[in-house]
């Protein structure tokens, strides 16, 4: 367990559609960072985001946004859903923004299936 | 820009060992990882190095890290069955926010 959730679990959205996707960081982790997985491939890097603001972005449309909560917890919006955006998201926790060595615990994940 | 690679299979007879290896481009790349990945699972992180260190032992995991041909290995001694999972190499590098860059991965069968 590493203190991290995300709901829901699995999601099947029609193309066009909008979805939400929710993220609780491990205690006291003020970092967080989103990855879309597609079938067979690694996790890419969306974005990240610190203390509430975007603060770096991966080669994704700005259909792709993103939000984090006083409480550190964080929501992945995507609009206008393309079948393309069918894969696992998965959100990771840490604590400082840019330390490369410090752990990102990572949720099990999201299964978005678009249709 | 950043490219990690990684064979994508491996099968190997419980109780040898295994070596998944892994190259990448970045230069400035300062902390190269180890993820392991069971079905339905997420991320679990295994171990990590520092780029100016060529290699790192934890009980059954050896790393080791070329930075002149930017290769990276893991080496699994004592294979056991719950070790087979999809293994990602991944680097950072500094620059202001943690991007981690995963490789496409390697999946490990381990044969009773």
């Known amino acids: 367990e590493t203190g991290v959730t995300q709901s829901p679990t699995h999601l099947i959205k029609t193309r066009g559609q909008q979805v939400t996707l929710r993220c609780s960081s491990q205690s006291g982790h003020n970092t967080v960072s989103w990855y879309q997985q597609a079938l067979g491939q690694g996790p890419q890097f969306i974005f990240q985001?610190?203390?509430?603001?975007?603060?770096g972005r991966g080669n994704f449309p700005p259909r792709f946004s993103g939000l984090q909560f006083p409480n550190y917890s964080s929501e992945l919006n995507v609009n206008a859903l393309e079948l393309d955006d069918s894969a696992l998201y998965l959100c990771?926790?840490?604590?400082?923004?840019?330390?490369?060595?410090?752990?990102?615990?990572f949720g099990q994940g999201t299964r978005l299936t678009v249709v | 820009g950043e490219d990690v690679e990684q064979s994508l299979f491996l099968s190997v007879r419980e109780g040898d060992s295994s070596v998944i290896n892994c190259t990448y481009t970045?230069?400035?790349?300062?902390?190269l990882y180890w993820y392991k990945q069971e079905p339905g699972a997420g991320l679990q992180l295994l171990t990590y190095i520092f780029s100016n260190m060529d290699m790192k032992q934890d009980q059954r995991l050896t790393v080791l890290l070329n930075k002149k041909d930017k290769h990276l290995s893991l080496r699994i001694a004592d294979t056991q069955t719950g070790d087979s999972a999809i293994y990602f190499c991944a680097e950072t590098s500094s620059g202001g926010y943690q991007k981690v860059t995963f490789g496409t991965g390697t999946k490990l069968q381990v044969i009773p």
């Open positions: 990771a926790s840490s604590l400082g923004q840019g330390a490369a060595n410090t752990e990102a615990f």
């Open positions: 970045d230069s400035s790349s300062t902390y």
């Open positions: 985001y610190y203390r509430e603001e975007e603060n």
